[in-house]
């Protein structure tokens, strides 16, 4: 609920449900805050203005399912990478964009988010997580376009997947600010000011001098052609900051470093408008437990400088809840290096529920839980003696396993991935054609597993509660016989043939 930092006026919407409605007439406002990491603002800037704010999406999109915990309907695991997934028609909302029109570039867009290798942290300021931001990598490492779903579905690259989304310093991106800029030099100066704001905890800064080469590829990627300061000072400052302090809440103006006639470097005077004033200090915490940030986030209604200084008292509260939950378990004899184990592992209503699930067994019912031997609470906390969460365990699998069927019967994304059903059974055509018994024999075999993976995924999916083949096929987004043989080039009826003449 991350969008509860900044609403105009108090709302009890879900971030979801108000992330939906932006585009909606006579809805209140919402502003979309993403906490950027710096490593991630100080890029080489090789991205175009469009591909730079769906990167602020995706991240904002991912980070805000990560704080959540939100696992059910929006992230998963495949193929040892952890996907999101967001509405194509949120991205365009935010985008500022009108229906579909422009669905075919944002796939391409997406794509270049795939393959455009970025360096990172180029300033060298982000001096957390072991050094990995001194890396260069592109930003996602797969993505699947379904239209026919209205979802994105993307994975981060495995250099920064862990610390791309969970920022430990950071600066707050107005993803509302930057529908309406223009060009992808004023944005990067924007985020770049922004991160200078956030280190500092001041409105009114002023940054340290950047080198003009190192300033230049900061604002206009590696393959910059303006190779003298007349250029470089008009396109890459001049013009920025006109359009940044026409459009946001920041005002800017730069200064310069010289050596002799010559311009070496750059810096900047930043002040923040009050209206735009955000809590520049909040530490986020992804330990805490759903209902604990909800109750921090609607705290956090920060409009006015007087109310920014209780910050501090917030963040306490924030860590009262995990304290309670450090306190049970050492009244049940935990030892240390448990208690921070679990903490780290297991949600703190996991660990709680767990630890009572015995007060409602008839054996330990009148017992304290100090009576309680040590290693059988552990023992619950570990293997889920209360269940905790099955109901979303459960929604998480339907989830990876609707989204392994769409991969499997539905090649929207990448026509040669040999998991997809249609490639495979195109071998086995192929080869009976060649009559070649060795490699017959080999497709087959693949047919095989493809077939009885399918049988696999249908018969849990109706386990967890859907009712026929057909409502799985809608789900995966095949919905009639034609549907089904344009994107095998087999019926339902032909392909059960070949089924049964595989196996035998």
Same mark, same amino acid.
């Given at each position: ?9 108090t709302?009890?919407k ?8 932006m ?18 603002i ?17 991240l ?7 704080k ?71 930003l ?130 930043i ?55 450090n ?42 839980i ?8 552990i ?9 905790c ?6 929604? +998480? %699998? ?10 499997? &019967? @539905?090649?929207?994304?990448? =026509? /040669? #991935?040999?998991?997809?059903?249609r ?32 049988n696999?995924?249908?018969? +849990? %999916? ?9 409502e799985? &096929? @809608?789900?995966?987004?095949? =919905? /009639? #016989? ?23």
């Amino acid at each position: 609920m991350l969008n509860k930092f900044y609403y105009d006026n108090t709302s009890d919407k879900t971030d979801k449900q108000s992330f939906h409605n932006m585009a909606k007439p006579k809805q209140k406002k919402v502003i979309l805050m993403l906490p950027k990491n710096i490593g991630a603002i100080q890029i080489s800037n090789d991205l175009t203005l469009i591909e730079r704010k769906i990167m602020n999406i995706i991240l904002w999109n991912a980070f805000n399912i990560e704080k959540e915990n939100i696992t059910a309907d929006k992230s998963f695991s495949q193929d040892n990478k952890k996907f999101y997934s967001i509405a194509i028609s949120h991205i365009e909302s935010v985008l500022g964009y009108e229906n579909s029109k422009h669905r075919a570039e944002l796939k391409n867009h997406f794509l270049k988010l795939v393959e455009t290798s970025l360096r990172y942290n180029i300033l060298h300021t982000q001096k957390t997580d072991n050094g990995k931001w001194d890396t260069a990598t592109s930003l996602l490492s797969q993505v699947t376009f379904d239209e026919r779903d209205n979802e994105v579905y993307y994975a981060f690259s495995d250099a920064i997947k862990d610390i791309v989304i969970k920022p430990t310093l950071y600066g707050w991106i107005n993803l509302e600010t930057q529908k309406q800029i223009s060009s992808k030099y004023t944005l990067a100066l924007l985020e770049y000011l922004e991160g200078s704001i956030a280190i500092t905890k001041r409105t009114e800064t002023k940054t340290e001098y950047i080198a003009i080469d190192d300033y230049t590829q900061l604002i206009a990627g590696s393959k910059c052609t303006y190779d003298t300061f007349k250029y470089i000072n008009q396109e890459l400052i001049k013009s920025p900051l006109k359009e940044l302090n026409d459009k946001t809440a920041l005002t800017a103006k730069a200064s310069f470093q010289k050596q002799g006639r010559k311009v070496v470097g750059v810096s900047f005077d930043i002040k923040k408008n009050k209206d735009g004033l955000l809590q520049q200090t909040l530490e986020l915490d992804f330990n805490s437990s759903q209902n604990e940030q909800e109750d921090i986030l609607n705290d956090i209604q920060v409009k006015t400088p007087k109310e920014t200084e209780t910050s501090q008292n917030i963040h306490q509260n924030a860590n009262n809840n995990a304290r309670k939950i450090n306190e049970l378990m050492i009244s049940c004899n935990i030892s240390e290096k448990k208690r921070k184990e679990f903490l780290s592992t297991f949600s703190h209503s996991h660990i709680e529920e767990n630890i009572k699930y015995f007060s409602k067994q008839k054996e330990w019912k009148d017992k304290q839980i100090k009576d309680i031997p040590t290693g059988l609470i552990i023992k619950a906390i570990e293997e889920n003696y209360s269940n905790c969460g099955a109901e979303k365990d459960e929604m +998480e %699998l339907r989830t990876k396993y609707i989204f392994e069927l769409r991969i499997m &019967l @539905n090649p929207f994304f990448d =026509k /040669t #991935d040999s998991r997809f059903l249609r490639n495979i059974l195109q071998d086995y055509q192929i080869y009976k054609e060649r009559r070649d018994v060795e490699q017959i024999n080999r497709a087959m075999a693949n047919l095989t597993e493809a077939f009885e993976r399918l049988n696999f995924l249908k018969t +849990e %999916l109706m386990r967890f509660g859907y009712s026929d083949e057909n409502e799985i &096929l @809608n789900a995966v987004g095949i =919905k /009639t #016989d034609d549907d089904f043989k344009r994107i095998l080039f087999y019926s339902k009826e032909e392909l059960d043939l070949i089924m049964v003449e595989v196996r035998g």
